[in-house]
């Protein structure tokens, strides 16, 4: 949820070290810092707000040295302070750190190290790391390293600067990879850190420490043993996060579908062969992703039982540790997730493999914790995805689950990349009318949509997004459940969305808008057919197959949720409280 980077080289650490921070903001955004070293001394610059405000305001840049460390935080132990930002010093301010992660144990750890005399400065658990490292150190930089990651319970990654000029990492449960660049060294949370200095990367793993001095590295594991690793060569299109002509990530995101569904279809064939193999002859599959990726994983049951005719379970990745407990030897776990980092995912994962189960799983970042412990992934192709809602991900997720079910059920689908394309270029092409139904919701305090079979799981979808964006409170509701509870909330002034193609749902969910309407309520209907029960009609286009019309409708409601977003005067991009990657349980 925070981003770490460490940098030891040939040039001014501050200016490398903030415009790596800029890179990695999207995971987490509500405090900056950084330490360099100059002349023997630990310099530290740190404050509340965004990278480029926190570096406007401190001139981080131009803070000296050629060794440093840096942070961006998104709060979880102590509020959103100054002092609370990373990063965090030990009493002789001769060892700085910064964290990403939770320690379990800090509560124990302070109140030993309080009785030895230290005095902390923050309420946050990381700054035990820098006292441990401190207490440590007697026996070296090599033994402190090791001794405090012993001490430590919990998940991490840290980076630690050290008086001498050493920087060091430690990973357990969070991800930590190196950079190798021809003149220096990176330690960071994500490729994203490094990708525009060097595309050589170390991936570090479970209980490894790493130890950069006099420019040269070294790694071993908690116990001191030596660890090699291979370079791994990152593709630089990783680094291409530029917004463009665009004011936020978020719609450079949405109007990228139009490429991103087809890059979806983009497959080694070798690597599709053995995913649909895998799949196609498992006794039980169990799916599994969070928010956004685990509504993939419902249309993806959908899919699978309709046109494969094979069985799976869905488990979001929270509840995974209680629904999994019973998983049959020879099961499968799928696992969607667009960072491949999400904690709850990783954590379902593991326990699927301890009970034999093989994994396979659908992400976007194939350098992530997910692709590397799977039997088999496929990648959504789309690009990093910057903005903290999940847009051209997930339709990337529904194009690569329609190619999956599509060779599953020997082409029944028909998909093609070409009308993808077309479609969703139609769509985005209707912005004019989407704005007008924003301007029917301004002002909205709750917002329904409602939607059966595979719509129901894009009327989640569009809640979430009316949620995170705009701070508005969205419901998605199967729409044949209307009776049974929900149309007691319907009066004047409610606004419904209706997701309503033309397809086998389309007779009963016209029903239900009537049912609405006729008790006042305002009804929206994205459908590719106009009907008089819509007070505003969103077109989409007709689709020759029918299971493709989540692809497309989904995209005027994160269209809506960007426009009400604005509306409200949130910033698209960086929601309050939440971080593209979810790295916490
Ligand atoms: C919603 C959103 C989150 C993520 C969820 C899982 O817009 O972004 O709900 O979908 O945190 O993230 P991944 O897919 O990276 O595992």
Same mark, same amino acid.
């Given at each position: 949820m925070c981003s770490i980077i460490g940098y030891k080289g040939k040039n001014s650490a501050a200016p490398i070290l903030v415009d790596s921070l800029k890179k990695m903001e999207y995971r987490g955004y509500d405090s900056v810092g950084v330490a360099t070293i100059d002349d023997g001394s630990i310099l530290v610059r740190k404050g509340i707000g965004k990278v480029i405000e926190v570096n406007k305001s401190l001139n981080i840049s131009e803070m000296a040295g050629k060794i440093g460390i840096g942070h961006t935080r998104w709060a979880t132990h102590g509020g959103v302070t100054d002092s609370n930002a990373h990063p965090h010093s030990a009493c002789?301010?001769?060892?700085?750190v910064v964290h990403n992660?939770?320690?379990e144990n800090y509560k124990e750890l302070k109140a030993e190290l309080t009785a030895k005399g230290h005095v902390f400065s923050s309420e946050t658990d990381t700054e035990v790391i820098a006292h441990l490292?401190?207490?440590?150190?007697?026996?070296?930089?090599?033994?402190?390293?090791?001794?405090?990651?012993?001490?430590?319970?919990?998940?991490?990654?840290?980076?630690?600067?050290?008086?001498?000029?050493?920087?060091?990492?430690?990973?357990?449960?969070?991800?930590? &990879?190196? *950079?190798? @660049?021809?003149?220096? !060294?990176?330690?960071? #949370?994500?490729?994203?850190?490094?990708?525009?200095?060097?595309? %050589?990367?170390?991936f570090l793993e479970n209980g490894d420490i790493c130890i950069v001095d006099s420019s040269k590295l070294e790694i071993f594991d908690f116990e001191g043993s030596p660890v090699?690793?291979?370079?791994?060569?990152?593709?630089?299109?990783?680094?291409?996060?530029?917004k463009g002509k665009y004011a936020h990530h978020t719609l450079k995101e949405i109007n990228d579908q139009k490429q991103t569904v087809v890059h979806?279809?983009?497959?080694?064939?070798?690597?599709?062969?053995?995913?649909?193999? &895998?799949? *196609?002859? @498992?006794?039980?599959? !169990?799916?599994?992703? #969070?928010?956004?990726?685990?509504?993939?994983?419902?249309?993806? %049951?959908?899919?699978?039982?309709?046109?494969?005719k094979i069985r799976a379970e869905t488990v979001m990745s929270s509840e995974a540790e209680y629904a999994l407990s019973s998983m049959e030897a020879d099961s499968?776990?799928?696992?969607?997730?667009?960072?491949?980092?999400?904690?709850?995912?990783?954590d379902s994962v593991k326990l699927a493999k301890s009970q034999g189960a093989k994994i396979l799983s659908i992400l976007n970042v194939t350098t992530s914790s997910l692709a590397r412990s799977s039997d088999a992934f496929l990648s959504t192709n789309c690009g990093p995805e910057i903005g903290v809602a999940a847009t051209k991900s997930f339709t990337g997720q529904l194009a690569l689950?329609?190619?999956?079910?599509?060779?599953?059920?020997?082409?029944?689908?028909?998909?093609?990349?070409?009308?993808?394309?077309i479609a969703v270029e139609n769509v985005l092409a209707n912005v004019a009318s989407i704005a007008k139904a924003a301007e029917k919701m301004n002002g909205a305090t709750d917002i329904y949509l409602l939607g059966r079979s595979l719509h129901y799981p894009v009327a989640l979808e569009g809640a979430l997004k009316?949620?995170?964006?705009?701070?508005?409170?969205?419901?998605?509701?199967?729409?044949?459940?209307?009776?049974?509870?929900?149309?007691?909330?319907?009066?004047?002034?409610?606004?419904?969305?209706m997701l309503n193609p033309h397809d086998d749902t389309f007779s009963d969910t016209i029903s239900n808008a009537h049912e609405i309407k006729a008790r006042g309520a305002t009804v929206i209907g994205i459908s590719d057919s106009k009907d008089d029960v819509y007070d505003h009609w969103i077109e989409i286009p007709r689709l020759n197959q029918s299971a493709f019309y989540p692809l497309v409708e989904v995209i005027p409601l994160q269209i809506l949720a960007y426009q009400l977003a604005l509306a409200n005067s949130v910033d698209p991009d960086y929601p309050r409280n939440l971080a593209k990657s979810v790295t916490v349980r």
């Open positions: 002789n301010k001769n060892i700085a992660g939770i320690i490292l401190e207490i440590n150190i007697s026996g070296g930089i090599r033994k402190a390293m090791i001794d405090t990651c012993k001490s430590l319970k919990g998940n991490f990654a840290f980076v630690a600067v050290f008086q001498d000029g050493t920087i060091a990492g430690a990973r357990y449960e969070e991800p930590l &990879i190196i *950079g190798v @660049a021809n003149d220096g !060294y990176f330690i960071s #949370s994500d490729v994203l850190g490094f990708l525009q200095y060097t595309d %050589k990367a170390i090699a690793h291979p370079i791994t060569q990152v593709a630089w299109e990783l680094g291409d996060i530029d979806a279809g983009r497959q080694d064939e070798v690597m599709m062969q053995k995913f649909c193999d &895998i799949l *196609g002859n @498992a006794k039980s599959i !169990y799916i599994t992703g #969070s928010g956004t990726s685990y509504h993939s994983a419902l249309l993806f %049951k959908h899919m699978l039982a309709r046109f494969g499968i776990l799928v696992a969607i997730s667009q960072s491949g980092e999400t904690a709850d995912v990783l689950i329609y190619n999956v079910t599509d060779r599953l059920c020997n082409g029944c689908l028909g998909t093609s990349k070409a009308e993808f394309a009316l949620k995170e964006l705009a701070y508005v409170h969205a419901e998605g509701i199967a729409a044949g459940e209307l009776k049974h509870g929900p149309l007691a909330l319907m009066e004047k002034n409610t606004i419904v969305i």
